[in-house]
């Protein structure tokens, strides 16, 4: 039985974004300049810092691969996406070349236990509910062998955000710390705040962070 999150996102409202999304690498990373001041693969950079190539990463809610996109023109090879929108799955093997893209949910990922160096999520863990929140970073964990990395919207506090007029869709919160309380071994290796600089959001942050297994 799906969430009431995961029935959005595999609805009209979905597919509606899909359409919204399916941009270029270079819309995208203008996207990035005009929210944040600063493009997607500087900010991939900053965090991901000297990670080898041939690291195996997962983008848990990969919608049309942009993500993956942005990581293969830096050079990345191994890169998987996890999608739950059939319609997202099917933009996204038209938009990637040589990624692995596959229908599936983050509660559920169909890996064994540390088959990723990276198991990552980029605008997705917001959408989640806090309530649901545990089983899937439980997954993320099981599944990475070293890294957990993200970019999400930032609160100290948990907090819920009404969603294009929609009620129990997105929440902003301090996600790092989440895995952190929930992962004993999990150690932090860098954050970012990213503050947004377009007027309509400003006041808000993003932050992209990256945890270390062990
Ligand atoms: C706001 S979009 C972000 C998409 C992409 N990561 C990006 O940065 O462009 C959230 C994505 O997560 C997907 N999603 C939501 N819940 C999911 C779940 N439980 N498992 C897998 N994907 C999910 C949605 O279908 C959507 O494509």
């Known amino acids: 039985m799906l969430s009431k999150q995961e029935q959005?996102?595999?609805?009209?409202?979905?597919?509606?974004?899909?359409?919204?999304n399916s941009h270029s690498l270079d819309d995208w990373n203008q996207f990035y300049i005009k929210n944040w001041g600063v493009t997607k693969l500087e900010m991939n950079r900053r965090s991901l810092g000297d990670l080898n190539s041939q690291a195996k990463i997962l983008e848990v809610g990969c919608n049309t691969g942009m993500?993956?996109?942005?990581?293969?023109?830096?050079?990345?090879?191994?890169?998987?996406?996890?999608?739950?929108?059939?319609?997202?799955?099917?933009?996204?093997?038209?938009?990637?070349?040589?990624?692995?893209?596959?229908?599936?949910?983050?509660?559920?990922?169909?890996?064994?236990?540390?088959?990723?160096?990276?198991?990552?999520?980029?605008?997705?863990?917001?959408?989640?509910s806090p309530n649901d929140l545990p089983r899937i970073m439980d997954e993320m964990y099981r599944c990475s062998s070293t890294f957990i990395w993200g970019f999400e919207y930032f609160s100290e506090e948990t907090k819920e955000i009404n969603y294009r007029g929609n009620k129990g869709y997105l929440w902003k919160a301090n996600f790092a710390q989440l895995f952190l309380e929930r992962f004993s071994d999990l150690k932090l290796v860098n954050s970012q705040d990213y503050p947004y600089v377009s007027d309509a959001e400003k006041g808000n942050v993003d932050q992209m962070y990256l945890l270390k297994k062990g």
Request: charged fraction near 25%.
């Open 8 to 20: 959005f996102w595999t609805g009209d409202f979905g597919k509606d974004y899909t359409e919204r």
């Open 67 to 128: 993500q993956l996109r942005a990581l293969q023109s830096m050079g990345y090879e191994n890169l998987y996406g996890v999608e739950i929108q059939k319609y997202a799955v099917e933009r996204a093997k038209d938009f990637t070349k040589y990624v692995n893209i596959i229908q599936g949910s983050g509660f559920d990922l169909p890996f064994k236990n540390g088959f990723f160096d990276v198991v990552c999520t980029n605008g997705v863990l917001i959408h989640i």
